[in-house]
């Protein structure tokens, strides 16, 4: 990344100016997902004609990327640089937050004066949500959940929240098992059969528009030996705890001896430590806004207990404030 202006002509840095081309390279880097574009960029490398049909606009975008140091030119085609690459490996949070959060936050003032609500007035784009949760932290979480999953048996997985059903595909090749995926996005449910169907797994795999968070809504779970919830429990959550448990009581109800469930949260800050923590307070104020609270690791794995699932086992993964936990349906 190209050094700092500031610092070449010893002025004082500004991190007013750090915030301004964060919210601008977020919101670049965001759209350009959202079109396709990053993935040419990743597969091959990027023309200003990839970019869009506005070519004056494109060209200044490219050029943009290139002044911010994610691109560098190679004669006609722009590539990633070592920071631009470091950017798109996180891109799923980029594309989460800027993307699925962008409008709730531009109007943040209506919501936190009570002039507009949540969920009414104001919501986030829940096509963008679903796509981008399949790929908050996949890299990241990837070693452990395979790690976690190793230790046990399945042969169907469950994915509730199941979003490009990336996760899915991954998980049932671990041990060839069957899976189903479930997600309340008709969009996201759209763009999951079709990645099932370029891996050739339409026989293995069935995907269906359903609210997972209402565990009689869901087919077919007397035959999943294994349920998996990606940042999925918290949006149970938001309707209470005393929900929450009576949720996992159905779940377990239905699921067969032995089925597992593997979560993976974030927690909420630890606001007694000394360094400021990364992510956890934003991905914090994010469900404040939409009305939902997230627990701590005991909290959580208490609420397991009293749905009537035993706690395997607690990871911290390499993810800020993240959490995977394994439960087992009890007898």
Not at 26 to 55: F, H, P, Q, T
Not at 101 to 126: A, H, M, Q, T
Not at 206 to 219: G, M, R
Request: glycine share 12%.
């Amino acid at each position: 990344m190209a050094t700092n202006d500031f610092a070449i002509r010893g002025i004082p840095r500004r991190h007013s100016f750090e915030l301004l081309e964060g919210y601008i390279m977020c919101s670049v880097l965001a759209s350009l997902d959202d079109l396709g574009v990053l993935d040419i960029l990743e597969e091959k490398g990027l023309r200003v004609e990839d970019v869009g049909g506005n070519l004056q606009l494109a060209r200044d975008t490219v050029f943009y990327l290139v002044d911010r140091g994610v691109l560098a030119p190679d004669g006609d085609v722009y590539r990633l640089t070592g920071y631009g690459r470091e950017l798109l490996r996180d891109r799923g949070y980029i594309f989460w937050i800027a993307g699925g959060f962008g409008e709730p936050f531009w109007r943040f003032g209506e919501l936190v004066s009570g002039k507009s609500k949540y969920g009414k007035d104001i919501s986030r784009d829940g096509r963008i949500v679903a796509v981008s949760s399949a790929d908050l932290g996949l890299e990241d979480l990837k070693p452990y959940v395979h790690s976690l999953l190793s230790e046990i048996e399945f042969t169907r997985v469950a994915d509730f929240g199941c979003g490009n059903a990336r996760n899915l595909i991954g998980i049932c090749g671990l041990k060839d098992a069957d899976g189903l995926g479930v997600d309340i996005s008709a969009d996201a449910i759209a763009e999951a059969r079709r990645e099932v169907a370029k891996d050739g797994l339409t026989e293995r795999i069935t995907v269906v528009e359903a609210d997972a968070s209402n565990a009689a809504a869901i087919p077919g779970l007397e035959s999943v030996d294994l349920v998996v919830g990606f940042f999925f429990m918290h949006e149970v959550l938001e309707q209470g705890l005393d929900y929450f448990i009576s949720y996992l009581r159905g779940l377990a109800e239905r699921l067969p001896a032995g089925a597992h469930v593997l979560a993976a949260e974030v927690l909420p800050p630890q606001r007694d430590r000394a360094c400021p923590e990364t992510f956890t307070p934003e991905f914090t104020l994010i469900h404040a806004l939409m009305g939902q609270g997230l627990l701590s690791e005991e909290g959580w794995s208490d609420a397991f207990r009293q749905g009537g699932f035993e706690i395997r086992k607690t990871v911290r993964p390499n993810i800020p404030g993240g959490l995977l936990l394994l439960a087992q349906k009890t007898d």
